[in-house]
């Protein structure tokens, strides 16, 4: 799987003589196995581009390749796109709807023309790998605490065997243990399964932990395609654009500043210990 | 003097199958007693279910109780007879800020809930413009809401509260969609309001680093009040904040492991700098050791 956006700008006036662009002029690529963040400041452009990557809206310039195909070009099936690159909304536990978890979780196979047996198998396939128990499966969707909605919002994409997981803040609103639980389930599907994620999200010590690779988006924008740490180096830079690096890196940095040798590239709890131990000879 | 009572409170709700027969009874709040000084900045924590949200709905009577009592500047929300007028001490911020702007331009959002409270139009105008002021938006007055960033339009909705002049200011969640930068702004500007007015804010969160410069920080699990204390007292314990599905800001968190591991450091550090503090004391004592 490789999903390409290729110089893509998005503008709601792309014929007027100064044209305002929510995106500009943005490259990345996405293959199988990566594990990606998408970070920047209210009205970055987030949203726009993750709707360039699933052909819900059509740039205004540029190009959406997935495996090297024009996605906007006549007759490309995007209904087979939708499935193979599947999104994830803010809140997607409010598009819940079906009397059980498991007519919830079947309703994308549904629709993709599966027999009733194909849809629960892979429905519960979805349902294992989210970590919900066999014992939801007749439950009411309504009746669930707030993270396990999520999870079965989750799953109904995941039932779809997307090759391309793209998630819009799954974590807002849960509680830290919610979070945790959802960003380990996203973690190992990628591990595991090998589905690419792309992960939107406003929380720097989340992506510190769990992202390889961070895309910062500035004013439309990308500003930097980089790893975490090489990110985070850029701290000054990130507050100026409503960003920051995770506490941890400030703490390394108050460290550095009184003479302790630690790195500045330590970005969690885990790493920074180990560097503090090190430094006092423990 | 206490702002919020609330005495053995109890809020139960019923669950229904399809056939509309009563199959459970969930208690979401179970025997909370709790008191709230006028002028104090609480912070309530705990997993998503506790009860939070619940408790904070009885303190301006969204919630009415089953058992106990709640008592807002003295009224009692069950028995009083002026509903509007007691919530107007208590204004609330939810999560969304999109959910709660009505207006096409900033001031008449401002400016809405003390017209429905009748204030005159001279008095409305000094009220918007003060409110805007004290939320460092005064210059963004006549724009429009949806121009504006998460953080800037939550700030506009705390100066909508403003305008009603609360005592009280009750906060859900009003950080959690913001990015870094607004998730700061919407903080500082309650901690001032607390400081420089005297409003008591009690502010409900999933981040532990909004939680550190509180007066008080509260943690609810299953409907009850599980610890009560000062942010260094709650966040020395560590182990039993996270069976409560919570977790504690970084820096002490760090600094907790890096005890475990035989530093010698104090218990609840809260800030980076105490913790670079304390680590220069242990790099100097053992130096001579």
Same mark, same amino acid.
């Not at chain 1, 956006?5 to 199988?32: F, G, Q, W």
């Not at chain 2, 019923?14 to 709040?29: F, H, P, Q």
């Not at chain 2, 139009?121 to 009220?127: D, G, I, S």
């Given at each position: 799987?490789?999903?390409?956006?290729?110089?893509?700008?998005?503008?709601?006036?792309?014929?007027?003589?100064?044209?305002?662009?929510?995106?500009?002029?943005?490259? %990345?690529?996405?293959?199988?196995?990566?594990?990606?963040? %998408?970070?920047?400041?209210?009205?970055?452009?987030?949203?726009?581009?993750?709707?360039?990557?699933?052909?819900?809206?059509?740039?205004?310039?540029?190009?959406?390749?997935?495996?090297?195909?024009?996605?906007?070009?006549?007759?490309?099936?995007?209904?087979?796109?939708?499935?193979?690159?599947?999104?994830?909304?803010?809140?997607?536990?409010?598009?819940?709807?079906?009397?059980?978890?498991?007519?919830?979780?079947?309703?994308?196979?549904?629709?993709?023309?599966?027999?009733?047996?194909?849809?629960?198998?892979?429905?519960?396939?979805?349902?294992?790998?989210?970590?919900?128990?066999?014992?939801?499966?007749?439950?009411?969707?309504?009746?669930?605490?707030?993270?396990?909605?999520?999870?079965?919002?989750?799953?109904?994409?995941?039932?779809?065997?997307?090759?391309?997981?793209? %998630?819009?803040?799954?974590?807002?609103?849960?509680?830290?243990?919610?979070?945790?639980?959802?960003?380990?389930?996203?973690?190992?599907?990628?591990?595991?399964?090998?589905?690419?994620?792309?992960?939107?999200?406003?929380?720097?010590?989340?992506?510190?932990?769990?992202?390889?690779?961070?895309?910062?988006?500035?004013?439309?924008?990308?500003?930097?395609?980089?790893?975490?740490?090489?990110?985070?180096?850029?701290?000054?830079?990130?507050?100026?654009?409503?960003?920051?690096?995770?506490?941890?890196?400030?703490?390394?940095?108050?460290?550095?500043?009184?003479?302790?040798?630690?790195?500045?590239?330590?970005?969690?709890?885990?790493?920074?210990?180990?560097?503090? %131990?090190?430094?006092?000879?423990? | 003097?206490?702002?919020?009572?609330?005495?053995?409170?109890?809020?139960?709700?019923?669950?229904?199958?399809?056939?509309?027969?009563?199959?459970?009874?969930?208690?979401?709040?179970?025997?909370?007693?709790?008191?709230?000084?006028?002028?104090?900045?609480?912070?309530?924590?705990?997993?998503?279910?506790?009860?939070?949200?619940?408790?904070?709905?009885?303190?301006?009577?969204?919630?009415l109780p089953t058992g106990g009592t709640v008592l807002l500047c003295g009224?009692?929300?069950?028995?009083?007879?002026?509903?509007?007028?007691?919530?107007?001490?208590?204004?609330?911020?939810?999560?969304?800020?999109?959910? #709660?702007?009505?207006?096409?331009?900033?001031?008449?959002?401002?400016?809405?809930?003390?017209?429905?409270?009748?204030?005159?139009?001279?008095?409305?105008?000094?009220?918007?413009?003060?409110?805007?002021?004290?939320? !460092?938006?005064?210059?963004?007055?006549?724009?429009?809401?949806?121009?504006?960033?998460?953080? #800037?339009? #939550?700030?506009?909705?705390?100066?909508?509260?403003?305008?009603?002049?609360?005592?009280?200011?009750?906060?859900?969640?009003? @950080?959690?969609?913001?990015?870094?930068? !607004?998730?700061?702004?919407?903080?500082?500007?309650?901690?001032?309001?607390?400081?420089?007015? !005297?409003?008591?804010?009690?502010?409900?969160?999933?981040?532990?680093?909004?939680?550190?410069?509180?007066?008080?920080?509260i943690v609810m699990d299953g409907g009850k009040l599980v610890m009560d !204390?000062?942010?260094?007292?709650?966040?020395?314990?560590?182990?039993?904040?996270?069976?409560?599905?919570?977790?504690?800001? #970084?820096? @002490?968190?760090?600094?907790?492991?890096l005890k475990k591991e035989g530093v010698d450091l104090p218990d609840g550090?809260?800030?980076?700098?105490?913790?670079?503090?304390?680590?220069?004391?242990?790099?100097?004592?053992?130096?001579?050791?």
């Amino acid at each position: 799987m490789e999903l390409t956006l290729k110089n893509v700008s998005y503008s709601y006036n792309p014929d007027a003589p100064e044209p305002v662009y929510a995106v500009r002029d943005v490259s %990345l690529t996405i293959r199988s196995g990566d594990f990606a963040a %998408l970070i920047g400041h209210t009205g970055s452009g987030k949203s726009t581009l993750i709707q360039f990557m699933n052909g819900l809206l059509k740039p205004t310039e540029g190009q959406v390749l997935f495996n090297g195909e024009d996605i906007f070009e006549k007759k490309y099936p995007l209904k087979t796109l939708r499935q193979k690159v599947g999104l994830v909304f803010q809140y997607p536990e409010h598009q819940l709807f079906e009397e059980t978890v498991l007519k919830d979780i079947c309703f994308g196979p549904k629709n993709m023309g599966l027999s009733k047996e194909e849809q629960e198998e892979r429905a519960r396939h979805a349902m294992k790998l989210v970590g919900l128990a066999e014992s939801y499966e007749d439950k009411s969707p309504f009746e669930l605490s707030g993270g396990e909605k999520r999870r079965v919002a989750i799953a109904g994409v995941l039932a779809m065997k997307p090759e391309c997981l793209i %998630l819009d803040e799954p974590t807002a609103g849960l509680d830290p243990a919610g979070r945790d639980d959802i960003l380990g389930t996203v973690r190992a599907l990628s591990d595991e399964e090998g589905i690419a994620v792309v992960l939107v999200s406003h929380s720097m010590e989340d992506v510190a932990v769990y992202a390889e690779r961070l895309f910062v988006m500035k004013k439309g924008e990308l500003l930097y395609d980089d790893t975490p740490k090489a990110v985070f180096r850029h701290y000054k830079e990130l507050e100026q654009i409503g960003l920051s690096a995770p506490q941890v890196t400030y703490i390394a940095h108050a460290l550095r500043e009184k003479g302790f040798d630690v790195s500045e590239d330590a970005m969690t709890v885990a790493e920074l210990k180990q560097e503090i %131990l090190r430094v006092l000879g423990k | 003097m206490n702002i919020i009572e609330i005495l053995h409170l109890i809020h139960e709700f019923k669950e229904y199958d399809e056939n509309e027969t009563e199959i459970d009874t969930v208690r979401a709040l179970d025997d909370v007693t709790l008191s709230i000084e006028e002028g104090s900045f609480v912070t309530i924590l705990g997993h998503n279910g506790s009860g939070k949200s619940t408790l904070a709905k009885h303190v301006n009577a969204l919630l009415l109780p089953t058992g106990g009592t709640v008592l807002l500047c003295g009224e009692d929300t069950l028995k009083t007879k002026e509903l509007w007028q007691l919530r107007k001490n208590a204004g609330m911020v939810f999560q969304n800020p999109d959910n #709660q702007i009505i207006a096409g331009i900033v001031e008449e959002d401002v400016a809405f809930g003390p017209e429905n409270l009748g204030v005159p139009t001279a008095e409305l105008e000094k009220r918007v413009e003060n409110a805007l002021e004290r939320v !460092g938006m005064a210059a963004f007055r006549m724009n429009s809401p949806n121009r504006l960033s998460g953080g #800037q339009k #939550q700030r506009i909705a705390i100066a909508g509260m403003l305008a009603m002049k609360p005592k009280c200011i009750l906060m859900d969640e009003p @950080t959690a969609m913001l990015d870094p930068v !607004g998730r700061r702004e919407v903080i500082e500007t309650v901690h001032e309001l607390n400081r420089q007015e !005297g409003i008591t804010i009690v502010l409900i969160t999933h981040y532990m680093e909004e939680a550190v410069d509180a007066d008080r920080v509260i943690v609810m699990d299953g409907g009850k009040l599980v610890m009560d !204390g000062t942010p260094r007292e709650v966040f020395s314990r560590v182990e039993e904040l996270r069976e409560c599905r919570m977790t504690v800001p #970084q820096v @002490t968190e760090l600094s907790w492991e890096l005890k475990k591991e035989g530093v010698d450091l104090p218990d609840g550090i809260l800030t980076i700098g105490e913790l670079v503090e304390e680590l220069e004391k242990v790099r100097r004592s053992s130096v001579w050791n």
